[in-house]
C-alpha cells in the first residue's frame, strides 16, 4: 500500500512529481519510494521512435522502467523511482530530450489536444498550435502551483471530442464551421444503394445499404435533415455540429469550410 502524495519534486518547480512512499519502508526497503514523473506529451502525441526508445532507456535506467502512456490528464507517465533520481531524470529530459515535466497538483495541467488538422479531415482549428499557444503562456503556472485547485485546457479539433474536452476539462476548447455541411449527393445515393463501407470502417469493413432515414436524419439531435429517397437536405440553421451524420456518412457528408 502506497501513502498518496507528499512533498518530492525538482527544484524550481512545484509540480510534475508525485510522492509515493510504501506504507512499510521497514518490510519492504527496495520500494520504499516510488514516485510518479509527469513528462509534458507533445502536442498530438507524435513521437519519433528515437525519442521513445531515449524516454526507455532512460527510465531503464533512472526508474522502474515501467510507463503509462498516456494518463488521463494526457501526459506521459513515469512509473516508479527514488528520491535521489529526480534530479537526474529531470536534467537528462530537459537537457538531451529537450522535454519537460509536466502538471500536478494544484496547478495547470499539460493542455492536451487531439491530433488535429495533422491527421484527422474534420479538425476545425490547429489543436496543435492552441496547445504550444498555451503551454508556453503559461508556463509558470503549469510547473508552479499557484491555484486552490487544479486547472486542465483541453483541445479537440471537432465536436467528436476524441480528446474528451467537455468531460475531462475545466476549459475545453473544440473545433467546429460556421457555413453548412458540404453535402456530395452522389456519394448519398451510393451509401443508401450498399455500394459503401458506413461509419468509415468504424463498425465493420463490409458495404452495406444504409438506412439513411432511421440511421441518421431520425439520430439527428435536431431533427434538421430529410431524405427522400434520392436526395438529402440539410437545414443548416437548425445544425448543432454534433458530427453524426458525417461520422455515419463521411464520403457523403463533411464540415463547412468556413473555420
Ligand atoms: S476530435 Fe475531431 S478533429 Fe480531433 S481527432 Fe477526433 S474526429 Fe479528428
Ligand atoms: S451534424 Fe448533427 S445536428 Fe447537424 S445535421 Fe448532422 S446529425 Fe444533425
Not at 510522492?19 to 498530438?44: K, M, S
Not at 491527421?119 to 508556463?139: F, H, K, L, P
Request: charged share 25%; glycine share 10%; with cysteine.
Amino acid at each position: 500500500h502506497w501513502k498518496h502524495g507528499g512533498i518530492v519534486g525538482v527544484l524550481g518547480y512545484g509540480g510534475g512529481v508525485i510522492g509515493r512512499y510504501c506504507d512499510r519502508p521497514d518490510l519492504f526497503p527496495n520500494c520504499a519510494h516510488f514516485h510518479t514523473i509527469r513528462v509534458n506529451q507533445p502536442g498530438g502525441k507524435f513521437y519519433t521512435t528515437k525519442i521513445l526508445r531515449q524516454l526507455c532507456d532512460l527510465w531503464e535506467k533512472r526508474g522502474s522502467g515501467l510507463t503509462n502512456m498516456h494518463g488521463s490528464t494526457g501526459d506521459i507517465i513515469l512509473l516508479g523511482t527514488t528520491t535521489d533520481e529526480l534530479e537526474p531524470v529531470f536534467y537528462e529530459l530537459t537537457h538531451e530530450l529537450n522535454m519537460d515535466l509536466g502538471g500536478s497538483g494544484s496547478n495547470m495541467r499539460t493542455p492536451s489536444d487531439c491530433v488535429g488538422m495533422a491527421r484527422c479531415e474534420w479538425s476545425c482549428v490547429d489543436t496543435q498550435a492552441i496547445t504550444y499557444n498555451i503551454t508556453m503562456t503559461y508556463q509558470d503556472m503549469l510547473h508552479r502551483p499557484a491555484f486552490p485547485y487544479k486547472f486542465k485546457f483541453k483541445t479537440s479539433g471537432c465536436p467528436n471530442d476524441c480528446v474528451a474536452a467537455i468531460a475531462r476539462a475545466d476549459c475545453s476548447i473544440i473545433g467546429t464551421w460556421r457555413d453548412d455541411i458540404r453535402i456530395d449527393q452522389e456519394a448519398v445515393k451510393a451509401y443508401a444503394a450498399g455500394e459503401l463501407v458506413t461509419n468509415g470502417g468504424a463498425h465493420g469493413t463490409k458495404a452495406r445499404k444504409l438506412d439513411i432515414q432511421k440511421e441518421v436524419c431520425d439520430l439527428c439531435p435536431t431533427k434538421c435533415m430529410e431524405f427522400d429517397g434520392k436526395k438529402l437536405k440539410i437545414w443548416n440553421e437548425d445544425c448543432t455540429r454534433c458530427m453524426h451524420c458525417i461520422n455515419v456518412m463521411p464520403r457523403a457528408l463533411r464540415t463547412g469550410t468556413d473555420l
